[in-house]
């Protein structure tokens, strides 16, 4: 018997789609129909093992794999060791099967290079260097002008230059990693005019086109490019941060942020591609105002931007573009007045109590979201530095919300309380003291300023918490804005007594906590005078500024509040007075120490606050320098 015969696999005849296989083939079966495919289409055939389908009438154990052309190659990768797509098409001298080492998707992403110059592009990636950064782009240069010019001539014929389109999208894919040497390539992006291309390119009539370009931007822009750089790299941070920097300006000169606006309305969030492209518009707002922060005055007054971001906030469904809108909404706002303005002028005020309001009887439901919420009551708290808005914030209830809010004790009632202490701080925030207090607010705040209650002191060493440092910002607005003898003054005045004095003596423990906290504070300023002295390096004034701030943040800050209050107290009530004045003595302390205070204080508050006042009222330092000699006359 002729074994070779025997197992020898038949021709596939030539009119069927189906192929069939045996049980285990062996690899010189593979390889014999690897190439049968590659001469002519697959067809049915039968491989019967013991060489005849008819003698055994059905009783052979053939195997029928019937796959469509499409199907095929799924199943030739599946057959594949590690899905190499090349397994089949190579072999060594003896026929053993190696294959390339790529699967499929690893090869399409190679043809993306392929298409936008072949192997010359795969070498541009492996060493960047001022020839490689021309050679991409003239690439792109090429394409660009090529798709320009076939669009041009064949507009109503997509046919004519879909190619030059595909090109066009290689080739600006291409240009991604030239975001690895800014130091090398920015400057040969600016000098080949690749930042007008690119511009123009926003204009593009293929979305998809233009959400390459914002692609590529915000690959530019971002404030990392070229730190996976190698050590051995000669590109210093200095040069990486300057190439960076005139970039950018070269965007900016070429109206990129009108542009980048204007393309926000053409995307379709229904489509991944274009979400994916308004994140990376909004990845690009933040990378520019990274650089430079005084960008967001110009792109408020430019742009229809606040109106897209307010828009974009308000439905309630969370998605990620919604929560990176208000993230920029958030860094636009920051120690910006007339970016404030201009979103009361737009009703912001009332869009953001719409999406606060939202979470008064329910939490977020995951980080993401929670973020999200924080942002937006951090735009609310930003704006609420402006006196337009807090009296806008007052004409739409937001006041009466964020009692409402503390009220519910949900997951927003301690950024409720963050907002109240913004709408309610200075001489402009009188009236939300007024109405605080009619709202009952004040039953809600101390109850939640005495919480803790049941717990021992916080440590010596312990920061107060978030929420206790807004309730005592809202109870000093309310002792310095709240009128004399008002029904609503008394209401307040009437909590400091209630309940044998509880409300000072927790005062005192907060101040306990803060005086410690402060102290270890000063006595690491001390020893870094003192290392500067034995240096021989002198203190600037600067760094005496530096030295009040870390204080303020190392528990000063909470002292002074605390200290303010307690002067107010102890001058309106004698009860009040008589049991802090007591509490002192036990800790060998008295209201001198409060004086010395509340004098650091008044050296230290800003002249432009205290000239803010209206309608005649005292300035804060003149309500420090009454307090002050109120004490010293105790």
């Known amino acids: 018997m002729d074994i070779d015969k025997l197992f020898k696999v038949p021709k596939l005849p030539a009119g069927s789609n189906k192929r069939r296989m045996p049980d285990n083939p062996t690899p010189e079966m593979l390889k014999r129909m690897r190439m049968d495919e590659e001469l002519s289409t697959p067809e049915a055939g039968v491989v019967d093992l013991n060489g005849s389908a008819s003698r055994n009438k059905g009783k052979s154990r053939a195997v029928t794999v019937e796959d469509e052309d499409e199907e095929g190659q799924a199943m030739e990768i599946d057959f594949a060791p590690g899905g190499d797509a090349d397994y089949f098409a190579e072999e060594d001298d003896e026929g053993r099967f190696f294959g390339g080492g790529l699967t499929q998707e690893q090869k399409d992403i190679l043809n993306i290079f392929d298409r936008a110059g072949g192997e010359e592009a795969r070498e541009d990636l492996e060493e960047m260097n001022a020839v ?178 307010l828009k974009r906030i308000e439905p309630s469904k969370y998605d990620e573009n919604r929560g990176y809108a208000a993230e920029i909404l958030s860094i636009l706002l920051q ?44 735009v609310l708290c930003s704006a609420l530095g402006e006196p337009e808005v807090k009296q806008q914030f007052l004409d739409s209830e937001g006041v009466d919300l964020m009692v409402l809010m503390m009220k519910d004790k949900m997951q927003a009632r301690s950024r409720a309380i963050k907002a109240l202490d913004y709408a309610m701080s200075g001489p402009a925030g009188t009236a939300a003291c007024e109405t605080f207090v009619e709202a009952l607010g004040l039953k809600t705040l101390f109850s939640s300023f005495m919480g803790g209650k049941k717990q021992k002191a916080a440590a010596a060493g312990h ?85 009040y701030l870390r204080r303020l943040d190392g528990g000063l800050f909470t002292l002074q509040t605390v200290d303010y209050i307690l002067a107010w107290i102890v001058m309106e009530d004698d009860g009040v007075r008589s049991h802090v004045q007591k509490l002192l003595d036990r800790k060998s302390q008295s209201f001198k120490d409060i004086v010395k205070v509340l004098q650091i204080y008044h050296d230290n508050v800003d002249e432009d606050i205290t000239g803010a006042n209206p309608d005649g009222a005292p300035s804060q330092r003149e309500i420090l320098r009454n307090l002050i000699a109120f004490l010293d006359a105790c």
């Open 132 to 309: 490689t950064a021309r050679r991409l782009l003239t690439r792109f240069e090429r394409a660009a002008n090529k798709n320009q010019d076939q669009r041009s001539k064949y507009p109503d014929d997509p046919t004519k230059f879909i190619d030059s389109e595909a090109d066009l999208d290689a080739a600006l894919k291409a240009l991604l990693p030239l975001a690895q040497s800014p130091a090398i390539a920015y400057p040969e992006i600016i000098r080949a005019g690749a930042v007008e291309r690119l511009i123009g390119l926003l204009s593009h009539e293929n979305v998809d086109i233009v959400i390459d370009v914002v692609e590529v931007i915000h690959e530019f822009t971002d404030e990392d490019v070229g730190n996976e750089a190698d050590e051995d790299e000669e590109e210093s941070e200095g040069s990486r941060e300057d190439a960076l920097k005139q970039l950018i300006q070269s965007f900016l000169d070429n109206a990129i942020l009108e542009l980048l606006v204007d393309n926000l309305s053409r995307f379709n969030e229904e489509e991944e591609s274009d979400r994916q492209g308004i994140f990376h518009v909004l990845g690009i707002f933040e990378n520019l105002l990274g650089f430079n922060a005084e960008l967001s005055a110009q792109l408020v007054s430019k742009t229809k931007i606040l109106s897209w971001l």
């Open 335 to 378: 120690n910006n007045r007339p970016n404030r303005l201009e979103l009361s002028k737009q009703d912001g005020v009332e869009t953001l109590l719409k999406i606060l309001s939202r979470y008064r009887k329910r939490d977020p439901v995951d980080a993401d979201e929670t973020e999200f919420m924080e942002n937006v009551f951090d």
């Open 463 to 547: 920061a107060a918490s978030e929420d206790t440092a807004h309730i005592l910002g809202i109870v000093s607005s309310l002792l310095s804005n709240l009128a004399s003898d008002s029904p609503a003054r008394i209401r307040l005045l009437a909590k400091f007594v209630e309940n044998n004095y509880e409300k000072p003596e927790k005062l005192l423990e907060i101040r306990d906590a803060a005086h410690g906290r402060l102290k270890a504070t000063e006595k690491d300023i001390e020893d870094e005078k003192k290392r500067m002295q034995d240096e021989g390096e002198g203190v600037e004034p600067d760094m005496e500024d530096l030295w």
